[in-house]
């Protein structure tokens, strides 16, 4: 089975340009999530969608995040404008929710290691 | 707020000497706590969910338990395959979204051939 698919899976850009980060999830799965990791802070949760909708975007570091999931099959995390803090590896996980508070698994892709310069 | 403390950060086994990982959590109410296993340049992988205080999930030489403070993940016979971060993470029913993943800073553990 496919599992989580995120591309780029590297990125380096210029400070101030715009990044799209994209994520297709797991087949069937109703639930994804977008997620940053760095060696200070380890793994934060940024936006949560469930059934497409964003459900909890309070881990959105500022207004240059954004991220939208316009059908079950594909989202994306755009970063405009970037900057160098916002160097680090982006995830997206998927789950198969059942209804609000399930308590599945979340399957995570491979990653966008993204260098800011 | 939900915490999630790992340790050892780091752990170094020879082939074959079986040891723990420790995972402390304080949470208002436990939904599920979940380890997961992540190798270099690689996305976090399911490893197992445990929900209630004396659970326990086996898989080939891992074996994960639950009390009511905290989860160990004992490694038997590890073998340099094992080599890898573990990482462990909470969900409860405070969290602000009902799904939310609290995740520890991870283990670091090498096995030496």
């Known amino acids: 089975d496919a599992g989580v698919i995120q591309s780029p899976r590297h990125e380096v850009t210029e400070m101030g340009q715009e990044v799209t980060l994209r994520c297709k999830p797991i087949?069937?799965?109703?639930?994804l999530f977008w997620y940053r990791q760095t060696m200070m802070r380890g793994l934060e949760l940024l936006i949560y969608?469930?059934?497409?909708?964003?459900?909890?975007d309070s881990g959105m570091p500022e207004d240059r995040f954004s991220a939208k999931m316009p059908n079950a099959s594909f989202s994306t995390l755009k970063i405009q404008p970037s900057e160098p803090r916002d160097s680090a590896v982006y995830f997206c996980?998927?789950?198969?929710?059942?209804?609000?508070?399930?308590?599945?698994?979340?399957?995570f892709g491979d990653g966008t290691r993204l260098s800011i310069l | 707020e939900d915490q999630v403390t790992q340790s050892p950060e780091a752990l170094r086994l020879q082939e074959g000497e079986s040891s723990s990982l420790n995972c402390s959590y304080t949470?208002?109410?436990?939904?599920?706590l979940f380890w997961y296993r992540q190798d270099p340049g690689k996305g976090p992988e399911f490893l197992f969910t445990?929900?209630?205080a004396g659970e326990e999930k086996e898989k080939e030489r891992l074996k994960a338990t639950l009390t009511k403070k905290e989860s160990f993940l004992h490694i038997t016979a590890p073998k340099p395959e094992d080599s890898a971060t573990y990482l462990c993470?909470?969900?409860?029913?405070?969290?602000?979204?009902?799904?939310?993943?609290?995740f520890g800073s991870g283990t670091q553990l090498t096995v030496l051939p």
């Open positions: 445990l929900y209630s």
């Open positions: 949470v208002s109410g436990l939904r599920g």
């Open positions: 996980a998927s789950s198969l929710g059942e209804g609000w508070g399930g308590n599945q698994p979340q399957h």
């Open positions: 087949s069937g799965h109703n639930s």
């Open positions: 969608f469930n059934n497409n909708v964003p459900i909890d």
């Open positions: 993470a909470v969900q409860s029913f405070s969290s602000g979204s009902a799904r939310q993943l609290t």
